[in-house]
């Protein structure tokens, strides 16, 4: 498999504070790729370096084969990396099909073949139903869903994903995953989520990285990195095993 | 027809959009010449207050110094009827790309370098207030003394000058309101529309989406001080008398705005409703004082604050959204 985003030991300091350390990991084609990290590890950080909301102190960032460090977040976007909000924010005056619209916008002209494109991905995300409503309305699993939407309009190659599960019922995170995964099997879609949901984690991802204090301690498959011992000792905790 | 009537909100608004024209377009045979006065007043500034919606309605930059735009097509027009001859039509085409460039220069200091919110609106004011003392000493207009435009009698109306009796400023003025108001529904329905309401919305999140909100921003600017510009053409040649004090002075800008305030914000109807509820109520006042003899200065701004202090506590989404609710013509988009 080639590999669709590679991270070459990027860093980022907050005034003395390393928030990422000389971090690299590469994201195969295809692939979902999990980072997983107690709170402060840095891995909100290091998605906004790739983003493009934050400039790195050091290291390269290359998708698709060109490098992508520095870009500003839309130029980032319109390469094909779509991102969500760790803390969701939606066009909270616009309807939900707006939102989605808005994204869809990107890579259309006309605005009638961006709201057919958003309602087929409303229909995907479980919202078609509730596409006129504000999404100022919406509850939370709901605005974390019209998220993945409105990113996904943007028709991107990898999908940078903020915790989405965070604060979602164990339904409501079993249909999240039925959805990315589906997406994954059926669009080839590349997937690169940060998740404190195990169950998420352990369900989806094929390749776990797991960094705290700023520091990759770890990389491999999610079995495996569930039962290294570092991970175990700063993140997981002894129960979990 | 009731098939008519259940197709949904848009065609349902069609029927008294239709009723709201033509009661515009027959008014000046059924009205007295201060009234009509009034009309124009009234469409002046849903004009003019629609052509601002554009910056802070749709894309959510708030500017507090249109006046700039106004006073620069004023001064532009009026400067080439009076030094060359040429007449309002052309000078428009000359004051457009000028106010989209003072526009632009403005945007991009302030969206380059960052300058966002409270500072960009400060940022507005300073170079209307620039523009105000530059001309106060620009002898080539007159500067403090004012430029006037020469009124003759003319023995028909000059639709090609705008020379002419009020009737016709009339129906120039009802014409660029129609012209607003449609060009404004085309552009919020437009990529350009969606793309503005994103960046007003969240600005982050709208450049996650790919936007390029710098440009986007610029286009907004651009756009609204281009149409706002007429504005300034169109009140150069009714009152033909122009001074830096008056057209550049912050309390136009804020006469500008306070239209689409109360009104609402972001609506295509606000301008237009808060323009009648403002310059209607306040020549009522007027009228009502006069009357009764009184003679108080400073009235009307008092009417003004009290009118935006009720609708900011009771309304703060202005007057149309609620009453479109109420009337089920709800505008969809907003």
Known sequence: MSVLLSVEAVSKGFRGLLAVDRVSFAVPQGAIFAIIGPNGAGKTTLFNIIAGATAANGGTITFAGAPIGGLPPDAVCRRGIARTFQIVRPFPALSVEDNVTVGALLNRREVGAARAHAQDLLRRLDLFDKRHRLASTLTLPDRKRLEVARALATGPQLLLLDEVMAGLRPTETDRMVAILRTLNRETGLTILLIEHVMRAVMALASRVLVLDHGVAIAEGAPESVVRDPAVVQSYLGAEAV | ?334
């Open chain 2, 1 to 334: 027809m009731i098939a008519r009537l259940r197709a949904g909100p848009a065609s349902r608004r069609a029927i008294p959009l239709a009723i709201l024209l033509a009661a515009f377009v027959f008014a000046p045979f059924f009205v007295n010449d201060y009234l009509l006065t009034v009309l124009i007043l009234i469409l002046y500034f849903a004009y003019a207050g629609q052509a601002w919606n554009i910056m802070m309605g749709f894309a959510g930059q708030l500017s507090l110094g249109h006046a700039l735009y106004v006073g620069l097509g004023s001064y532009v027009a009026a400067t080439l009827f009076t030094h060359f001859g040429i007449g309002p039509w052309l000078g428009l085409l000359v004051a457009i790309p000028i106010a989209a460039a003072c526009g632009a220069v403005i945007g991009y200091l302030a969206f380059r370098f960052g300058v966002a919110g409270v500072y960009f609106a400060i940022l507005t004011i300073a170079f209307a207030e620039f523009a105000r003392i530059g001309f106060d000493h620009l002898d080539y207009v007159n500067a403090s003394s004012g430029l006037f435009l020469p009124v003759k009698q003319y023995a028909h109306n000059d639709l090609w000058l705008l020379r002419g009796d009020p009737t016709m400023f009339y129906y120039v003025i009802l014409a660029a309101t129609v012209f607003a108001f449609v060009l404004c529904r085309q552009l919020l329905h437009s990529r350009i529309g969606y793309f503005w309401l994103a960046i007003r919305e969240d600005e982050p999140a709208a450049r996650a989406a790919g936007i390029n909100t710098f440009r986007y921003k610029m286009y907004a600017v651009m756009v609204s001080a281009a149409v706002t510009s007429f504005a300034g053409v169109f009140y150069a040649f009714f009152y033909n008398n122009l001074f830096p004090e008056q057209v550049f002075s912050i309390s136009r800008s804020i006469e500008i705005i306070l239209g689409p305030i109360i009104g609402g914000i972001g609506t295509l109807f606000g301008p237009i409703l808060g323009a009648f509820v403002l310059t209607g109520l306040a020549e009522t006042l007027n009228a009502v004082m006069g009357a009764f003899g009184l003679d108080l200065p400073g009235a009307k701004q008092v009417f003004y604050g009290v009118c935006l202090l009720l609708v900011v506590l009771a309304l703060p989404d202005g007057v149309w959204p609620p009453l479109a609710r109420r009337l089920g013509l709800s505008e969809g988009k907003q």
